[in-house]
């Protein structure tokens, strides 16, 4: 499974706060300057609370394997 994770971020009082939000299944060959757009546009529509700024995307990718099931 993929996950595609937005992060935003915002400093006050000297301390880093962060939003993320998660994409389950993005697209295959996400382009970064159009990501990078999206997620102005994000923060533009005020999907993230006032004050925080894009900062970072991360793809994740993860597989599970089934070793033992006792239940079925």
Known sequence: MKRLTLFFRKTEDGRTRTVRLNIP????????????????????LNVV???????EARLTETNVEI???LLE
């Open 25 to 44: 299944e993005p697209v295959e060959n996400i382009d970064p300057s159009e990501l990078q757009s999206d997620m102005q546009q994000l923060k533009n």
């Open 49 to 55: 609370p006032e004050g925080f700024e894009p900062d």
């Open 67 to 69: 070793i033992v099931n």
